[in-house]
């Protein structure tokens, strides 16, 4: 049963606490799937509401993704804008769906159909039963276990997906072990970071952030390809729908940014750019337009005129071959405002600039870097 027992804030924008810290609020659907409960596993009866922004809903969609259930559970996938009644299913960018069901315009109207005393934050992921009418859950820690467990019989027998386990018995101990300190101090620990409005919490939760960052080091320096048991699992879903964002939003939106991934952490690099181009079903659940358009307009406390979208860094994610010293010319075209959305700039790229450790070498990317600034070409690296 689902619990309503404080108000929400009288602004959506509002995140912080008076102490100026950010208490993320606890999901209120938490019901499962399975063969004997009220929600069982079948084809069609389940959608999932995501956008890509989230990291807690990519995570959701990538393990969606993995488990092969495109085609048995649907998805419907909201705009990054977040407006004073929440996300939207406005549908102006190519990947958002708008809403299958009932032709929402808000997800809050999703949230008062299972409830309509439901008066808590409308997030996203949700995982909405449509045979029932109502949410079987929105806590994506959980979601992520059900399409883990749930629907493995529904794939056919010949699926190379089915059977597949993130979250093995043999590894549980060690995947919780991780996920425990990776959320508090990575996932939502860009959060506590982004959102504090005192100068001390903020301080205490970035170091925070930066001391996870260096433990993911520690653990991928031996050249390991995933985090726990040699293996995909949840531990590298859940690490990587933060560490994706990193340098595109969190490093610059979120004031994390003590370091970047791309230039200080190179087994964290190399780990995160495996995933990212080796295992097709990351990439496809990653969308930097809507990440970037996400946290400069959505989490910019409503206020438009702080929502304008950096175009850097560039590229998002680098190649994986980065490993050569080499600058080069690359067309980007500009991603988002409607005004240059057709036209194309040329941009300096030394993608491998974090490799460029030598003084020399520093000095003479940053003579070139200059050079370019004063003939006035862009320089984006
Ligand atoms: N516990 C939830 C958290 C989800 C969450 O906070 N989602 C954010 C987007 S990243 C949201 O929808 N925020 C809207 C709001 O707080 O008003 C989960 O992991 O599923």
């Known amino acids: 049963m689902t619990q309503v ?8 924008y509002k995140q912080a606490d008076t102490d100026g810290k950010f208490k993320r609020q606890d999901a209120q659907f938490r019901n499962t799937i399975s063969k004997d409960g009220k929600h069982q596993p079948e084809k069609g009866r389940y959608l999932l509401y ?42 102006d960018t190519p990947e958002a769906t708008g809403d299958p069901l009932f032709g929402a315009k808000y997800i809050k109207e999703i949230y008062h159909k299972a409830n309509p005393e439901y008066n808590l934050r409308y997030t996203v ?29 529904l794939l056919p027998t010949d699926s190379p997906k089915r059977g597949l386990n993130f979250y093995p018995e043999d590894l549980r101990q060690e995947i919780d072990d991780l996920n425990e300190w990776v959320y508090h101090n990575f996932n939502n620990g860009v959060y506590k970071t982004g959102f504090a409005t005192k100068q001390e919490v903020y301080e205490e939760n970035v170091l925070a952030v930066f001391e996870s960052l260096d433990k993911l080091e520690k653990i991928l320096s031996d050249g390991r390809e995933y985090l726990v048991g040699g293996r995909l699992t949840e531990a590298d879903i859940r690490t990587y729908v933060t560490a994706v964002r990193f340098d595109t939003a969190y490093h610059t939106k979120f004031k994390c ?3 970047m991934i791309r230039h200080d952490y190179p087994n964290v690099h190399r780990w995160l750019r495996h995933m990212y181009w080796d295992i097709p079903e990351f990439k496809k659940c990653t969308n930097f337009d809507h990440i970037k358009g996400g946290y400069y307009y959505a989490v910019s406390d409503g206020d438009k005129a702080g929502g304008v979208v950096p175009l850097g860094p560039r590229p998002h994610i680098l190649p994986k071959d980065a ?15 409607k005004e240059n959305r057709n036209k194309n700039i040329q941009v300096m790229s030394s993608s491998v600039f974090h490799d460029l450790r030598t003084p020399i070498l520093y000095s003479s990317a940053i003579h070139i870097g200059w050079s370019l600034h004063k003939t006035r070409t862009l320089n984006l690296w």
Do not use: M, Q
């Open 323 to 337: 490993a050569d010293i080499k600058t080069e010319l690359l067309t980007i075209p500009l991603p988002l405002s």
């Open 50 to 91: 995501a956008n890509l922004l989230c990291p807690w809903a990519c995570r959701t969609l990538i393990t969606r993704s993995l488990k092969g259930l495109e085609d048995i559970i649907d998805v419907s996938i909201l705009h990054y804008t977040l407006t004073e009644n929440g996300w939207t299913f406005e549908s």
């Open 257 to 259: 940014n003590i370091k």
């Open 5 to 12: 027992n404080n108000k929400p804030p009288a602004s959506i």
């Open 125 to 153: 992921p949700v995982l909405f039963d449509k045979k029932l009418n109502t949410i079987v859950n929105n806590e994506s820690s959980e979601i992520i276990r059900i399409f883990n467990e749930a629907f493995d019989e």
